[in-house]
């Protein structure tokens, strides 16, 4: 069988969106994907050559023979000739009616004439192989088809058109430089034609390289959703109104409310929409001493929820003081609410500055706490969120290579030699090649593309 990393072979793969549709799409990339792709094709006219002209895309429209069917199907056949293509190889695409069992037909006709079934990522495998994407590039694409709401697909763009890796390519680039002149003057110490850094310039360049690290790791870390949206999870005492709250910001009847104290022992989750943001709404048991099992485990679970939120709604009703923290405190994560304010209308929006005063009863304030949790929730992911698939990955490497460059200034400033120095160095300069991907594994490559469905 042959290798992901053995780009030689062509290889095909229904490349549209599962399901009927008007359009489909089986797509291959590879030495003989014209070839296949063209052998069952018949242009229409005078046009009999379906190839492409020589570094522009060409787009041949015809029939299309299918084993099993008798009359011939309307298509297109779109070609690009390599390397200026997303896969840096020739890329085949025929576009029919999008029924699922024609594609499969198509396909199938692909894989007898030669082309073997690409695996899940594979054609951006190719590209990112061949040169048209680095790595975190190509995490963007799984970012883009993966973005759940306008922020994540903004995100997404931007890593695609290199708002991460730039930076840390340029920055590789020049420990690579430094390294060179280091290692230079290793080699020929005696030589009086080689020009040594000073030492305090290059201890101070490199810990401002290291800061810009640890910048870009606080980045990673605060950015990292575990799930496609935002959580927002409710907390606060029991009989505080967290449930009736839920349901008016859902707009139905999704939690169980009772005037009872600790009706909610489980969690609840729904999705919503506030102010053009989706989000996962979290409703969660009240916050109380646990004196039975039961309620331990229900505890445990809400702190669960909290831990994993990105903003909390602090619950507390109206004249009721505050709600317990809980271990929560009042900074950029907790957003406090007022419930029940319909029991004091005449205080209905005389709320302190950092609280949103809400009645589930009359729907008072809801569209208030829609738009401030909204404009929490944007305000914490700020400019330049990151797809999580890439803070897992690169956090580690980024925080080893900045320690890198730190110990290799404290070696400068200290005067221990530049052997010590080059050996930091060449260790950050490989951290920094497994974010854009100048060094990798198949296990790396494995682990990023098989999150991937195929075709893509």
């Not at 495998?125 to 883009?144: H, K, S």
Request: glycine share 10%.
């Amino acid at each position: 069988m042959s290798s992901p990393l053995d780009t030689n072979d062509t290889i095909a793969a229904i490349s549209s969106a599962p399901g009927s549709a008007a359009r489909g799409i089986v797509r291959l990339t590879g030495p003989a994907a014209f070839e296949i792709a063209s052998e069952p094709f018949q242009p229409l006219g005078d046009d009999d050559s379906p190839t492409p002209p020589r570094r522009r895309a060409a787009l041949h429209r015809g029939t299309l023979v299918v084993q099993g069917l008798r009359p011939r199907l309307e298509a297109s056949l779109a070609l690009w000739s390599g390397p200026r293509t997303y896969t840096g190889q020739d890329v085949a695409e025929i576009h029919l009616v999008g029924s699922p069992p024609l594609l499969d037909l198509v396909l199938s006709g692909c894989l007898a004439r030669g082309a073997r079934l690409a695996g899940p990522g594979e054609f951006t495998l190719r590209a990112f192989l061949n040169g048209r994407l680095d790595l975190t590039r190509a995490e963007a694409v799984l970012g883009v088809i993966d973005a759940a709401n306008g922020e994540q697909l903004d995100a997404a763009l931007e890593q695609l058109a290199g708002g991460i890796s730039a930076p840390i390519v340029a920055l590789r680039d020049r420990l690579l430089d430094v390294t060179a002149h280091v290692e230079a003057n290793l080699d020929f110490v005696d030589e009086h034609d080689v020009d040594p850094l000073a030492d305090a310039r290059l201890a101070a360049e490199l810990e401002s390289a290291a800061a810009g690290l640890r910048r870009l790791l606080a980045r990673l870390t605060s950015r990292d959703r575990p799930s496609g949206q935002p959580r927002v999870v409710l907390v606060g005492s029991p009989n505080a109104g967290k449930s009736r709250l839920f349901n008016a910001l859902l707009g139905e009847d999704h939690a169980i409310v009772s005037p009872v104290a600790g009706t909610t022992r489980d969690y609840l989750a729904a999705r919503t929409e506030c102010d053009g943001l989706a989000v996962e709404l979290i409703d969660t048991a009240g916050v109380e001493a646990a004196w039975e099992p039961i309620q331990a485990q229900a505890q445990e679970h809400r702190g669960q929820q909290a831990g994993r939120a990105h903003l909390v709604l602090v619950c507390s009703p109206v004249g009721g003081g505050d709600a317990p923290a809980a271990g929560l405190d009042r900074g950029p994560r907790a957003l406090r609410v007022r419930t029940k304010c319909d029991l004091e209308p005449d205080n209905l929006g005389a709320a302190e500055d950092d609280e949103i005063r809400t009645s589930a009863e009359t729907g008072e304030g809801l569209a208030e706490l829609r738009a401030a949790i909204a404009r929490r929730l944007r305000s914490l992911a700020g400019e330049g969120d990151l797809p999580a698939s890439t803070a897992a990955r690169c956090r580690g490497s980024l925080a080893r290579a900045g320690e890198s460059l730190d110990a290799a200034a404290e070696v400068l400033r200290s005067g221990l030699g530049t052997e010590l120095v080059a050996i930091e160095l060449r260790a950050a300069i490989d951290e920094l090649g497994k974010v854009v991907g100048a060094t990798f594994t198949e296990d790396i490559l494995d682990r990023i593309f098989s999150r991937f469905c195929i075709g893509k």
